[in-house]
């Protein structure tokens, strides 16, 4: 069983829709928790981070529950800008930091 | 930008050759990460280090060492390269407030004929 889950998409929606992404994850003792985004042929760049009372930035929100594992994106008012492929991520207990990525989810914004 | 710079950016080499891809970080961080990107599979750890000669082994470490005799580098070999590791090649640093999140290199896309 894969650690981190995520649909793959292609999720295809128009220019100021509203869009959210979801991904669980099987290792309880995470205790951190990422969103990146990343475009064709680039790195991963951090989206933001998740916090257990949820957060957000600008058109972004994020949020974490622990107790079903389950953390969630929701992207307001998309822009062209926003297509990319979106990771899930949650860090490797005892592993110096370390990442364990999801397989990504495809998001297409059209005009 | 978190200073991180990868060498050579694009390889292709014969099966069975050595290569060596090199991680480069201008800023004194002391974890420095390895990953590989494929696709249906995600980004997969290979190696890790935590400081200076300390490094430890991650998911996909078989076919792959390190070293880091220097903060500022981490190098990545491929003794005998195959053909399943052609792939592209993330180096990372964590940085940040919590210490935790991590930052990309811009990657080396390596393909073994």
């Known amino acids: 069983r894969k650690e981190v889950e995520q649909d793959p998409g292609p999720f295809n929606v128009p220019e100021g829709a509203t869009v959210a992404f979801n991904c669980t994850y099987s290792?309880?003792?995470?205790?951190?928790f990422f969103w990146y985004r990343q475009d064709c042929r680039k790195e991963p760049k951090l989206l933001m981070s998740?916090?257990?009372s949820g957060n957000e930035d600008g058109r972004f929100t994020a949020q974490l529950n622990r107790a079903s594992q389950y953390i969630s994106l929701l992207i307001r008012d998309s822009k062209l800008s926003d297509s990319a492929t979106y990771l899930c991520?949650?860090?490797?207990?005892?592993?110096?930091?370390?990442?364990?990525f999801g397989k990504g989810t495809s998001l297409l914004v059209t005009p | 930008d978190a200073g991180i710079t990868q060498s050579p950016r694009h390889k292709v080499t014969e099966t069975g050759t050595p290569v060596t891809l090199r991680c480069h970080q201008t800023?004194?961080?002391?974890?420095m990460y390895w990953y590989r990107q494929d696709p249906g599979h995600g980004l997969r750890l290979i190696h890790y280090?935590?400081?200076?000669?300390?490094?430890d082994k991650g998911e996909v470490s078989d076919g792959y060492s390190v070293s880091r005799s220097k903060t500022e580098d981490f190098l990545l070999t491929l003794e005998s390269a195959t053909s399943s590791q052609t792939s592209v090649y993330f180096c990372?640093?964590?940085?940040?407030?919590?210490?935790?999140?991590?930052?990309f290199g811009p990657g080396t896309r390596l393909t073994v004929l």
């Open positions: 991520v949650v860090n490797m207990p005892n592993s110096g930091y370390a990442l364990n």
């Open positions: 990372a640093i964590t940085a940040g407030d919590r210490e935790n999140e991590q930052f």
């Open positions: 290792n309880s003792a995470s205790q951190s």
């Open positions: 280090s935590y400081g200076v000669k300390d490094t």
């Open positions: 998740v916090y257990s």
């Open positions: 800023e004194n961080h002391r974890y």
